[in-house]
T-cell receptor
Framework: DAGVTQSPTHLIKTRGQQVTLRCSPI?????VSWYQQVLGQGPQFIFQ???????GRGNFPDRFSARQFPNYSSELNVNALLLGDSALYLC????????????FGPGTRLTVL | QQQVKQSPQSLIVQKGGISIINCAYE??????FPWYQQFPGKGPALLIA?????SEKKEGRFTISFNKSAKQFSLHIMDSQPGDSATYFC????????????FGKGTTLSVSS
């Protein structure tokens, strides 16, 4: 079975622009979580979605938004990009909110210039 | 309350030696403790995990030791190999109430041949 897939692999944007990152979970997994990983740090939680509903939100500004589609894939949107948004954005999938095992994709490397 | 503290920040071990990474947590509601392995340019991979009702879990060369009273857990890598050179993250989650994995800051392991 395929693992979690993310696109694009790399992205370069300038300050003020908007970006959309995409994630497809493992087949059968209904929950998707997004994390931001700054170089040299552990991943930080941004959002979790389950069955198209937001189930959790981390300490990130409203410039960050996400949604989940009927096929359980997900998009993360970031508006008005700042230099500090440069990071590896990771998507993790799990079977559901009561199953704690989360499996990560390869990430999208976002560079904001 | 949400913090997970990980040490050491970096570790150098000779091939065949034992690598030990330690983590401490504060929130006693955490009930699932995974370890992730991350290679450069890749997403974190779930390595091994433990719940607080057991004191030790072993999978191959990897062992988690868990001390509930001290709120500490550790990863032991036996017979360390150069291929184990990576960054290791401990994490914790309150599965019933939380949706977010709380990560430590990571330990960079180098196994010299």
């Amino acid at each position: 079975d395929a693992g979690v897939t993310q696109s694009p692999t790399h992205l370069i944007k300038t300050r003020g622009q908007q970006v959309t990152l995409r994630c497809s979970p493992i087949s059968g997994h209904k929950s998707v979580s997004w994390y931001q990983q700054v170089l040299g740090q552990g991943p930080q939680f941004i959002f979790q979605y389950y069955e198209k509903e937001e189930r959790g939100r981390g300490n990130f500004p409203d410039r960050f938004s996400a949604r989940q589609f009927p096929n359980y894939s997900s998009e993360l949107n970031v508006n008005a990009l700042l230099l500090g948004d440069s990071a590896l954005y990771l998507c993790a999938s799990s079977l559901g909110t009561n199953r704690p095992e989360q499996f990560f994709g390869p990430g999208t490397r976002l560079t904001v210039l | 309350q949400q913090q997970v503290k990980q040490s050491p920040q970096s570790l150098i071990v000779q091939k065949g030696g034992i690598s030990i990474i330690n983590c401490a947590y504060e929130n006693t509601a955490f009930d699932y403790f995974p370890w992730y392995q991350q290679f450069p340019g890749k997403g974190p991979a779930l390595l091994i995990a433990i719940r607080p009702d057991v004191s030790e879990k072993k999978e191959g060369r990897f062992t988690i030791s868990f001390n509930k009273s001290a709120k500490q857990f550790s990863l032991h890598i036996m017979d360390s190999q150069p291929g184990d050179s990576a960054t290791y993250f401990c994490a914790a989650i309150h599965n019933q109430a939380g949706t977010a994995l709380i990560f430590g800051k990571g330990t960079t392991l180098s196994v010299s041949s």
